[in-house]
């Protein structure tokens, strides 16, 4: 069942099966939506439902030659247009056969090699399929050029325009497709997904917290930087309500270099929305903190948790424009503690 590799996205899913079944899709979608939610491989379900050979059952069927071939990602009607520095990275391109340093943008070139491709008759396929990832990696000559191959577009042919940054492309490029939006993925289906691979469910709970939505971030996550981030949390929060500021001067002065300083004030920032989130009855990000977060956003009063939260965006700017890291972690930590009267 290889649309169900796809998690939580079940209306973009819906949109492109269907418009596939119908022998009627668009000639360009516009795959929107934040890192590590399955955009690139929604492309591929979608390359592959389009060509599969499969003479029964559901397509993509995931294991006939075509299917196959498009997911070693050589189908001759199937072409996956990337950035070089993506392509050495992902290992497609050998960096020694590049001359100079890989580029990091889709060149008029490269646009122009794709569209002479795409002339051409099927080879093997019913559809041409041409994925662009990351889109707004094509520098604007490039997406003028593609814009004219959009304009009239060769038969039987989808453009699958890939980008975390659709606002980052030419309005006239973006108006040529059919937009396909994509959600970042609730906590659970994060949660499930990193289960299903492996990960315990305590674990899995903790990355998930984290992720942003993003099961490419969850993955990529270090178990033992989340475990840093909440000893970190629980020694500021300790900090914060000891009966005295010794505790407090004493973080500062040991996160004095700025980068560290701004690490602290950062998760202090994400940790007081929890706290705003959780004062509203909401479910917080920071999991593993439920339980603190319930007793203190119960405990500090509403003003008193919003000025934490402009205190932190104050702080972090302060430190963006080179404040001393040691005298902005003072003001932070000082701060609340005054805003809580403690
Ligand atoms: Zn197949």
Known sequence: MPWQQIAGQDRAVRLLRSALERGQPHHAYLLAGPAGVGKELLARLFAQAANCEAVSGEQPCGSCPACAAIARGNHPDVAWVLPQSEAVARGIVSRADLEGTPSREI????????????????????????????????????????LKTLEEPPPATTFLLVSEQPDALLATVRSRCARVQLAPLPEKVLVAELVKR?????????????????????????????????????????????????????????????????????????????????????????????????????????????????????????????????????????????????
């Open 107 to 146: 060149r008029v070139d490269e646009v122009r090699a794709l569209s002479r491709r795409l002339a051409l008759v099927a080879a093997r396929g019913r559809r041409k399929i041409a994925v662009l990832a990351p889109a707004e990696a094509m520098n604007e000559r490039a997406q003028n050029t593609l």
């Open 198 to 342: 492996g990960a315990p469910a305590e674990e899995a709970r903790r990355r998930a917290a984290r992720a942003d939505g993003s099961l490419g971030r969850a993955l990529s996550l270090d178990p033992e930087e989340l475990e840093r981030r909440r000893e970190l949390l629980e020694s500021v929060e300790a900090a914060l309500a000891a009966p005295d500021e010794r505790d407090a001067l004493d973080l500062a002065e040991g996160a004095g270099e700025r980068d560290a300083a701004r690490g602290i004030a950062e998760a202090v920032q994400a940790w007081t929305r929890d706290l705003l989130v959780a004062q509203a009855g909401g479910e917080i990000e920071t999991q593993e903190l439920a339980g603190a977060a319930a007793r203190l956003s119960q405990a500090i009063a509403a003003p008193a948790l919003l000025g934490q939260a402009s205190l932190c965006a104050e702080v972090i700017e302060a430190l963006e424009q080179n404040g001393n890291g040691r005298l902005q972690l003072e003001r932070l930590l000082l701060g609340i503690r005054e805003l809580r009267h403690v």
